[in-house]
């Protein structure tokens, strides 16, 4: 990650009650780089979230997060993350379970994740 440069990403994820999630970009600590707050509807559908994070220092193994700061519960649809219009797509950088095909077979035609504070 770049520092000062926009990563953009996309995140489906839902929720049953109304729920703040934190999108974050860290270092390899998990130190927080760039955060943001979303606050969600919470009545049961996916909802997609497009956002914009920019990283305030520079890392070679950054990481994504999606936190939540409350009691609540979550259900994890997709995420995808890529250098901003600066970038280029032939870089772009993929998060989920693409390193571990097996799970994703293992998860069949639902693959949500469920994430609980």
């Known amino acids: 990650m770049l520092k000062g ?6 995140l489906r994820v839902k929720a049953q009650k109304l729920t703040t999630i934190y999108l974050s970009l860290r ?4 130190k927080i780089l760039a955060e943001a707050p979303y606050k969600m ?3 049961g559908t996916i909802e997609e979230i497009v956002f914009n994070l920019t990283p ?9 997060g999606i936190t939540l700061k409350e009691q609540g519960e979550i259900e994890l649809g997709f995420a995808f993350l890529q250098p901003g219009e ?3 797509l032939h870089h772009a950088v993929y998060i989920g379970f693409s390193d571990h095909p097996e ?13 609980k504070r």
């Open 56 to 64: 305030n220092a520079e890392t070679t193994k950054g990481q994504f």
């Open 5 to 10: 440069q926009p990563y953009d990403g996309i």
């Open 103 to 115: 799970f994703l077979r293992e998860m069949g035609e639902n693959p949500y994740i469920t994430g």
């Open 41 to 43: 509807k919470g009545d």
């Open 27 to 30: 270092d390899e600590q998990g």
């Open 86 to 88: 600066w970038g280029d």
